[in-house]
């Protein structure tokens, strides 16, 4: 592409010239003018130009991104047919979507439906890995057991650690993992369900994402322990969390008072 209208600067193959030996593509010799398009938010150009892990992620998916949010209008003729009878849709001539900035909308009704189209659930399998954290209260994490067994599976379930419980353990002994949140482990640390143990990841820890489930606020203080989980690191037990500069409290609503949350 070396060639370039002088009246707009859009650039061309030689062999897109007219008869005419012009090129007339673009804007027929300056007739047509387009807005500049706007400035981008600073949010965007930051992603698009800076060298953080949030930046880098959203260029190296920025397809997928925009595919996923892609938004338009979509315009045509809509010409009922006439008479009654059932709703019919119909569309006359061409289907076509409006763009922006050129998007002028000089007849509303023209357009028919604005639609966002999303697709999270395919985005996240293909570009991250998502890791259930457990969320419990101290002594109720979920166990499995077959009727008549409830006292072993009771009895296995007390030995074996959570992904939470095994969390505490690894602040105890790694004062490294200090900084980190319990969602965000799961990018430094993999979860060993052999040995319920978290051990130091090798690689890959930026494609992966850890999940608390979502809690009813009816489920109270699990609900509260959710949310102090969200913020805090480093702990080594439930006592931990609930001890807010010093004063131990009765309750995780409480914690989260203390902490300013509510
Ligand atoms: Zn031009």
Redesign the pocket.
């Known amino acids: 592409m070396s060639e370039q ?1 002088g ?2 600067g ?1 650039v061309y193959w030689k062999e897109e010239k007219n008869t005419a030996h012009k ?1 007339t593509k ?2 027929h010799d ?1 007739k047509i003018q387009l807005p500049a398009f706007p400035d981008a938010p600073e949010l965007l150009k930051a992603l698009l130009a800076e060298n953080s892990p949030d930046a880098k992620n959203y260029r190296q998916r920025i397809r997928e991104y925009n595919s996923a949010l892609a938004f338009a209008s979509m315009g045509a003729q809509i010409k009922p047919p006439r008479g009654t009878g059932p709703y019919c849709y119909r569309l006359h001539g061409q289907v076509y979507h409006r763009v922006s900035p050129r998007m002028q909308v000089t007849n509303i009704k023209k357009v028919t439906d604005s639609f966002i189209y999303l697709t999270p659930v395919s985005l996240s399998h293909k570009s991250h890995t998502v890791v259930r954290l457990a969320v419990h209260l101290p002594q109720q994490q979920s166990i499995v057991y077959q009727d008549g067994q409830e006292a072993q599976a009771t009895e296995r379930a007390a030995l074996r650690k959570t992904t939470l419980t095994s969390w505490f353990e690894l602040n105890k002994n790694n004062p490294s993992a200090h900084n980190i949140s319990y969602s965000d482990i799961p990018q430094y640390y993999v979860f060993d369900k052999s040995t319920t143990n978290w051990k130091k990841r090798q690689l890959g820890g930026q494609n992966v994402i850890g999940r608390l489930p979502v809690v009813s606020i009816l489920d109270t203080e699990r609900y509260y322990l959710r949310m102090l989980l969200l913020r805090k690191s480093g702990d080594i037990s439930f006592d931990d969390i609930l001890t807010v500069n010093g004063l131990r409290c009765v309750t995780f609503q409480q914690a989260c008072q203390e902490y300013g949350l509510l």
């Open positions: 209208c009246f707009c859009a090129y673009c804007c300056g």
